[in-house]
């Protein structure tokens, strides 16, 4: 079956631009988190949605923000961008939520470049 | 809050060489226990997880036992390869969040023939 799938792979902003991320989750899958992953932070949980509504959300800025499609399809956005935000954002999905045991299947990423 | 300490890297080794990861965690509760591995290019795969103490999750070679008492889940290779050559991720899962995951700062390894 098809893994989790985001677009665009490369992206290339300027700062003070907006952006949207989006990621298709495994089907049958309702949970999707996302992810900065910079190699100076690691990987730094952003948000976590399931049902259409956000679940979790990390410490970073009002800019960052996310949404989540009935198909549970999920986009998130990032406004004003500063140079601070290039990284790859990771997308992973669930087949649920609540059930700490079950692993995370990751795409590939997005790698956003601000310049 | 939840925290994922790795050994730093980069770990070089020889191929059939003996391979010892390092992470250690801190977290309430009991979460469960992550190795991800991240091959060049891609998004990260599940390697092996263990839910409960004195677990041992274990895949492609690769073994961690999950150690309560020490709050380790070291990840062992007797043998590596050139293949193997990637990042390791160790990562708790939240025991209330089921979304969110804790990741360590990743090792890279670099297995040379």
């Known amino acids: 079956k098809a893994g989790v799938t985001q677009t665009p792979r490369y992206l290339i902003k300027t700062r003070g631009q907006q952006v949207t991320l989006s990621c298709s989750p495994i089907?049958?899958?309702?949970?999707v988190s996302w992810y900065q992953q910079t190699p100076g932070q690691g990987l730094q949980f952003l948000f976590e949605?399931?049902?259409?509504?956000?679940?979790n959300k990390g410490n970073f800025p009002g800019r960052f923000s996310g949404r989540q499609f009935s198909n549970s399809r999920s986009e998130m956005n990032v406004s004003t961008l500063e140079l601070g935000d290039s990284a790859l954002y990771l997308c992973a999905s669930r087949k649920g939520q609540g059930d700490v045991n079950t692993e995370a299947f990751f795409g590939q990423g997005t790698r956003l470049t601000v310049v | 809050g939840d925290s994922v300490t790795q050994m730093e890297g980069p770990v070089t080794l020889s191929e059939e060489a003996f391979l010892t990861i390092n992470c250690t965690y801190t977290?309430?509760?009991?979460?469960?226990l992550f190795w991800y591995v991240q091959y060049p290019g891609e998004g990260l795969q599940l390697l092996l997880k263990a839910t409960k103490a004195d677990d041992k999750g274990s895949n492609k070679g690769f073994e961690a036992t999950y150690r309560k008492e020490t709050t380790s889940f070291h990840l062992e290779k007797g043998s590596v390869q050139v293949s193997d050559s990637a990042v390791y991720f160790c990562a708790l899962g939240d025991a209330t969040n089921a979304g969110k995951s804790t990741f360590g700062d990743g090792t890279t390894l670099t297995v040379k023939p």
């Open positions: 949605y399931f049902s259409e509504t956000q679940r």
């Open positions: 977290a309430t509760g009991y979460p469960s």
């Open positions: 089907s049958g899958h309702r949970s």
